[in-house]
């Protein structure tokens, strides 16, 4: 389960990010499979650096800034010109197999307007997956595309306020988890589309806004 691993993490930082310069440990179990790690603990700037790798461009709209977040601070995203976008020229995060792991303070609880997205690679033509709401305001999913159809988790979740959240796809199921607890499934046999589309997070198109902060991200080639 994605949280109980990934919470091993957090437990060890004392709520305390690592300092910025921190490298990964590849011998940890909690490593394989990892292709994207933003601990944002830049606290400043226009930057988060992905600790797998440092080559990507990145893209920082106009009201994109920094904010308290869970164990310290992170990105904030507003309704607005509130995304980063990351070039994935070479389609690295284009996986047939997937987990992708935020932890997420949504302030979006009472308004519909926006499509609260968090992480995606996904552009309303191109799409692969996104980590996002199910189309109503308060409730958050997982959704792949495979064969150009859109299979989310068929069971949405309440927006939490400040929690971790997680989607997962190992090519049968997929998986939407709260805090470590199950929240939907949805049974689907492939892989995942390679369409080419940059990885953003917050949002790229028109309503697809988180309106909220992002204190950490990951993304596996691999379903924990």
Not at 21 to 44: D, F, K, T, Y
Not at 143 to 163: F, H, K, Q
């Amino acid at each position: 389960m994605p949280y109980k691993q990934v919470s091993i993490i957090t437990k060890q930082w004392r709520n305390q990010k690592p300092p910025l310069g921190s490298q990964i440990n590849w011998g940890h179990p909690l490593a394989q499979g990892l292709v994207g790690c933003w601990l944002m603990n830049e606290r400043g700037g226009k930057l988060i650096t992905n600790l797998v790798s440092l080559t990507e461009g990145i893209t920082w709209a106009s009201a994109t800034s920094w904010g308290i977040g869970k164990y310290q601070g992170g990105v904030r995203l507003p309704t607005t010109n509130g995304t980063i976008t990351i070039t994935d020229t070479l389609n690295k995060f284009a996986l047939d197999y997937i987990t992708v792991i935020a932890w997420v303070k949504s302030y979006n609880t009472g308004s519909s307007t926006y499509f609260n997205s968090v992480i995606k690679k996904y552009d309303g033509t191109n799409n692969c997956w996104a980590l996002c709401n199910n189309g109503a305001y308060d409730r958050w999913t997982f959704r792949v595309y495979i064969g150009g159809t859109s299979y989310a988790t068929n069971a949405g979740t309440i927006i939490p306020l400040n929690n971790m959240i997680a989607g997962t796809f190992d090519g049968k199921t997929v998986r939407f988890y709260v805090d470590g607890k199950p929240q939907g499934t949805n049974s689907v046999t492939g892989v995942i589309d390679k369409d080419a589309v940059n990885l953003s997070f917050g949002g790229n198109v028109t309503n697809l806004n988180l309106n909220g902060l992002i204190f950490s991200a990951y993304i596996y080639n691999r379903a924990l």
